[in-house]
């Protein structure tokens, strides 16, 4: 039997940078792990490829995934809908594929609830002007939109309570050789390797 693959949450405040640090994490070869992609009502930015970046959808459209039960997780974020498809992630799990989900803090409450087996990464900021300043600087949204960011961002820090691991993300490239390092460790986790032996110990005393 294939052992089902693991489920990686990335997570963090709004503006921490965990788009930047998943985007580093893909952009380097040789990852044994796959990436979920995202759904969203939001608008494409300049440069975002529909199917690659998210899976752009209307509100509609949306909101009847949710009515019919296909969405893992979902958060409405900053006026918008954001969401794990869940067909994939079951299939690319039971492949026995360890899926990643880089994803806010709410869906990831709710991805906890239904997969506690999962790893559950929380990233954060070195300081708390900085993260402002990054949400101010990024430039893609409108004042309006910045300041809600801020607002939630804050409250979201206390969230890391609910987490496995915190990861300061001071510098891209540590933090990324830091939550790669997390995925190595947790499939050493005794309760994740047991299972195969179990199943070895099981076959030999046929
Ligand atoms: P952005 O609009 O900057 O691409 O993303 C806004 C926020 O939505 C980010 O914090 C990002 O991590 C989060 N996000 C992206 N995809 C998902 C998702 O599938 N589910 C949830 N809950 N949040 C998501």
């Excluded at 300081?127 to 004042?143: A, N, P, V």
């Amino acid at each position: 039997m294939t052992k089902r693959g693991m489920l990686i949450v990335l997570s963090g405040p709004s503006g921490v940078g965990k788009g930047t640090v998943r985007k580093a994490i893909f952009d380097q070869p040789g990852n044994d792990f796959q990436y979920s992609i995202s759904m969203t009502t939001r608008k494409p930015r300049p440069g975002e490829v529909d199917g690659k970046d998210y899976f752009f959808v209307s509100k509609e459209e949306f909101e009847q995934k949710i009515q019919a039960g296909e969405m893992l997780e979902y958060a409405k974020y900053v006026d918008n809908y954001y969401g794990t498809p869940l067909k994939w992630i079951n299939d690319t799990l039971d492949s026995g594929k360890d899926v990643f989900l880089e994803i806010e803090v709410n869906g990831a409450m709710q991805v906890r609830s239904k997969s506690p087996n999962g790893v559950f990464i929380f990233l954060t900021p070195p300081d708390l002007m900085e993260l402002k300043q990054r949400l101010i600087h990024r430039g893609t949204d409108s004042m309006e939109v910045i300041n809600k960011r801020i607002q939630k961002a804050f409250g979201e820090i206390e969230m890391m309570q609910n987490y496995d691991y915190a990861v300061v993300n001071d510098e891209v490239p540590n933090a990324v050789e830091k939550v790669k390092e997390i995925i190595r460790s947790e499939r050493l986790r005794v309760r994740r390797v047991m299972p195969d032996y179990l199943e070895m110990l099981g076959e030999s005393m046929k």
